[in-house]
């Protein structure tokens, strides 16, 4: 391991959704529907600044969700990732990542997530001319290992978020965007800020049985959200979708998924543990992928927006009486999220240090103050 100059600290944030400039002024009777907005957008650049500024930081890594293109209501076509970098509410936070960019001591990582699963590296390494972005291979899977460390976004491992090849062939976007399309509609219509996660995991446990689930959550959310399956979805032939399609073609498109996930995803994981992976986090998907087979002893995910810090001895969750004081042999933390709807603003911070390879929870709050709120360790071999 590199301490580069002294620098030891590896910084891991995601899911910080920011949108476009239309999803905060979309107009007319509309209510904004962005997940990121002011103040929050200024609270992220003044985190940024303080890695900018600090003198431990060696990597800031980005594990997925910086650039929202899912937030989009039914009615506009999705916004491209070049608006989202150029709205004003944005402004500061790139200028804060493209001055981390250019530093000569700290390094830019960048691993896709679902909202923007559809980033190239050109469009990155153009805004961000140095930045390590983490190319998804054939199977589209995008995460880092380094130092024992597995990071990535955590959509993989989630049925209704991760890439999908086959329902819909010469495309990747799964049936967990068009679901976002159409609550960020209900968001604009009514204002209600309903979270797309909360709702899908709603749905999921109502129709869980159902074995038609993928259509039937689909239809049901829609409906919700005052569509028809005759509505509209706007896509302006995005990733080989036709210019629109209709809530019943999507529903009719994903309608087997609950069959075929299983039989195509790469992580080896079934339908069932896609399902739960959905509604109950990504603990299991770290335990059965990586832990299990030993593949990795520190696991850091986004994805849920619910941050955690977790140590593990084999399968049994470490006991919290003791878990600062011996090591660990598995890590699994998430990052949790910046966005407004979400209490709190977190990011996880690894260090090796003294034969010990710690892993931190951190609050940041709207003063600049950044609080430790766990922290577990494994030894290093």
Known sequence: ????????????????????????????????????????????????????ESADVMQLIILGDLFDQWVCPTEFNPPTYESVATAAQNVRIIEMLKQIDAHDEIDLYYVLGNHDMLLDKQFMTTLFPNIHFIDPNAD???????????????????????????SHPGSHLPLGFFISRVVAHKNAVTGNGTNFLDILAHFIRDLFKDPELAKDVFEAIAQDSGLELSSLIQMNNLDNFPSQLTVEQVSDIYGKLLVT???????????????????????????????????????VFGHT?????????????FPDSVSELLPCKYIY?????????????????????????YVRLFQYTDNGQKTKLKERFIKVK
């Open 261 to 299: 996930w299983g039989k195509n995803t790469p992580t080896g994981l079934n339908s069932l543990d896609g399902i739960l992976c959905e509604v109950a986090g990504l603990a299991h998907a770290a335990q059965e992928v990586y832990f299990a087979k030993d593949q990795s002893p520190i696991v």
């Open 333 to 357: 933390a998430n990052s949790g999220t910046w966005i407004n709807s979400h209490p709190y603003c977190t990011y996880v911070e690894t260090e090796i240090n003294d034969g010990k390879h």
């Open 140 to 166: 589209y899977w995008s995460r880092l290992q380094v130092d024992g460390i597995t990071a990535e976004h955590g959509n993989m491992f989630t049925m209704f978020c991760s890439p999908d090849t086959w």
């Open 1 to 52: 391991m590199s301490t580069n100059n002294g620098r030891t600290k590896r910084i891991f944030i995601s899911d910080l959704h920011m949108g476009d400039e239309r999803s905060y002024k979309p107009g007319g009777n509309l209510h904004p529907y962005v997940w990121l907005y002011p103040p929050r957008t200024d609270m992220l650049a003044d985190f940024l600044k303080t890695i900018l």
């Open 305 to 317: 927006h619910k941050y955690l810090l977790d140590g593990y001895l084999f399968e049994a969750r």
